[in-house]
């Protein structure tokens, strides 16, 4: 078993685990259902998630988080990119994660999504639900849910992760708090392996204080939601 990661100036981190003939069909596929080369069909088990924030506020590094949790704990494959190149401080920017069970080729920019993440509850419009598929969560950064308007079946959570932000690291940044959200919210992968990834995907002296603030945030959706 191996791992490849891949760098160009389109995709800044591509996380892809390979194992030997585990590409049984194209991942990739907004369908439902995909066929499996003995000409049966089985449920789309891929997942994408559009993190939406601004340059500096680590959004793809949320993005490249999950996929490590993923890939790495999780025994599947996963593929996390930005939709363009190196961040500009303060600008909207994007993020993508794609998690199968099965080994990941298509590379293209997510139109449909399971999740959206909102890193930055300015970012709100009706735009947000975009390429939500239908039953699809839309998590936002924000104290309260008044005033966001939610589309017929479709899911919208909220969390202050801007003062958990604050209150441990002293500045607003809310990516690895809308991980710990997300992580609650869809059990895409187990929280201790979100945590291994923040251990080894984060500088040491930043990947204490990011546990603190994930374990946190999914302590307070579980609860909310309990």
Not at 93 to 102: N, S
Not at 133 to 155: D, F
Request: proline share 4%; aromatic share 8%; with cysteine.
């Amino acid at each position: 078993m191996t791992y490849k990661y891949l760098t160009n100036w389109a995709f800044l981190f591509i996380l892809i685990k390979c194992r030997p003939g585990a590409d049984v069909v194209p991942a990739g596929t907004a369908m439902d259902s995909v066929r499996r080369r003995d000409g049966f069909f089985r449920e789309r088990l891929m997942k994408e998630i559009r993190w939406s924030g601004r340059g500096g506020q680590g959004g793809f590094t949320a993005a490249r988080l999950l996929g490590m949790a993923a890939a790495l704990y999780e025994n599947k494959f996963a593929l996390a990119f930005p939709a363009f190149g190196p961040e500009r401080r303060g600008a909207p920017v994007l993020g993508f994660t794609r998690i199968d069970d099965r080994k990941i080729t298509d590379r293209s920019e997510v139109e449909h999504c399971d999740y959206v993440v909102v890193l930055d509850e300015t970012l709100i419009s009706p735009k947000s639900w975009e390429g939500l598929r239908p039953g699809g969560t839309l998590l936002v950064n924000s104290r309260s849910s008044r005033g966001i308007a939610r589309p017929g079946g479709m899911t919208l959570i909220t969390l202050d992760a801007t003062s958990l932000a604050l209150d441990i690291l002293g500045r607003p940044i809310t990516n690895t708090a809308m991980l710990g959200a997300l992580v609650a919210v869809s059990g895409l992968v187990g929280l201790d392996s979100a945590k291994k990834a923040v251990e080894t995907g984060l500088p040491a002296h930043l990947a204490e204080r990011n546990l603190s603030i994930l374990e946190k945030a999914f302590d307070r959706i579980r609860e909310t939601r309990s």
